[in-house]
């Protein structure tokens, strides 16, 4: 069963969270909270393994709050969610430890497969999200980092940089699992990277899209 708590200031948001959750099997939304104040001490005596914060809730802003849970409860989970695109704050919470963004406008689907993702310990990134950090105009690296990387290493870049996960990986290029997580790791080596957004940040580089 997948704990799950909302923080929101909005109850109608709250409550259609918990509708779309609580009616999934393997779902449970144990706790709502509509400030950080509540969402604090709330945190004191249940034990999630996803919070959902939005982006906008009162007292601290979204970023601030992330840094404080990464710092309070650093097992917790954090999925972000904002009725602002994507592109306005999703890198920005990624970078701060969120395990994905999502945003209000996404499909009610999106809700299920990201919490599950994030409960897994994976991060969320939809296609579209893969693509901006793989040409995010504020990273720009010499292609000779990439003289270094064999075409087997360029392939796995490539879907993990349309927002692959391992497995969908190995399925796609029918290695084991293990395999690919040597891959990404060598990968990260060879592009002085040490997390997935900038390893992602790089592909830019190869033009992949």
């Known amino acids: 069963m997948i704990k ?8 109608i948001v709250r409550l259609g ?22 969402l604090f ?18 007292e601290i802003n979204g970023i ?9 409860f650093p097992k917790t989970k954090v999925l972000m969610y904002s009725g602002q695109s994507e592109d306005v704050y999703a890198l920005s919470t990624i970078r701060a430890g969120a395990f994905g963004y999502l945003s209000k406008t996404a499909d009610v689907n999106y809700i ?36 270094k990387l064999s075409t087997r290493e360029i392939e796995v870049l490539k879907l993990l940089a349309s927002g692959k996960r391992n497995k969908e990986v190995a399925e ?12 990404k790791a060598r990968l990260m080596r060879k592009l002085n990277v040490d997390n997935l957004v900038d390893l992602l940040q790089q592909a830019k580089a190869l033009e992949l899209y």
Not at 18 to 30: A, C, D, P, Y
Request: charged share 30%; glycine share 4%.
């Open 172 to 183: 796609g290029l029918n290695l084991n699992e293990k395999t690919v997580s040597t891959y």
């Open 112 to 147: 299920i497969s990201a919490v599950k993702k994030v409960a897994e310990g994976n991060m969320f990134i939809t296609n579209e999200l893969a693509q901006r950090l793989a040409f995010d105009e504020g990273t720009q690296k010499p292609r000779r980092f990439f003289r």
């Open 4 to 11: 799950v708590l909302i923080a929101d200031s909005h109850p």
């Open 41 to 58: 001490e709330t945190l004191k005596d249940v034990s999630p393994d996803v919070v959902m914060l939005e982006m906008d809730i009162p």
């Open 64 to 72: 601030a709050t992330l840094r404080k849970l990464k710092q309070d």
């Open 17 to 38: 969270i918990k509708e779309v959750l609580n009616s999934e099997t393997g779902f449970e939304v144990i706790a709502d909270v509509a400030s950080t104040s509540e």
